[in-house]
Nanobody, 123 residues
Framework: VQLQASGGGLVQAGGSLRLSCAASGGTFSSYAMGWFRQAPGKQREFVAA????????YVVHSVKGRFTISRDNANNTVYLQMNSLKPEDTAVYYC?????????????????WGQGTLVTVSS
């Protein structure tokens, strides 16, 4: 499966962005999806995940209440809605996919990666 992330940009603190990740080349509903980010000089970190069906969702504590992950299996797209953005959210955001046999499993390790989209939050 190929992944194409988009929607990044420059936003002021407190603002919002919605990232999209379009998938192709596979049966999208067979893949669990996730979002990661990598800030300058830091390791890549897990941000959020959604199961194949969309029935199970997980977001890390640092973004809970501000970020929401969702998916549209009819349009082969996963989203990351980011509200109340902070300067510390500045990073390259990556979407990822993993083929998953179980419908509502949340994954933390992935096999396929998109190219990343840069989010910059100014103070």
């Amino acid at each position: 499966v190929q992944l194409q992330a988009s929607g990044g940009g420059l936003v002021q603190a407190g603002g919002s962005l919605r990232l999209s990740c379009a998938a192709s080349g596979g049966t999208f509903s067979s893949y669990a999806m996730g979002w990661f980010r990598q800030a300058p000089g830091k390791q890549r970190e897990f941000v959020a995940a959604v199961s194949r069906s969309g029935g199970s969702i997980y977001v890390v504590h640092s973004v809970k209440g501000r970020f929401t992950i969702s998916r549209d299996n009819a349009n082969n797209t996963v989203y990351l809605q980011m509200n109340s953005l902070k300067p510390e959210d500045t990073a390259v955001y990556y979407c990822a996919a993993r083929w998953e046999a179980v419908t509502d499993t949340i994954n933390y390790e992935y096999d396929y990666w998109g190219q990343g989209t840069l989010v910059t939050v100014s103070s």
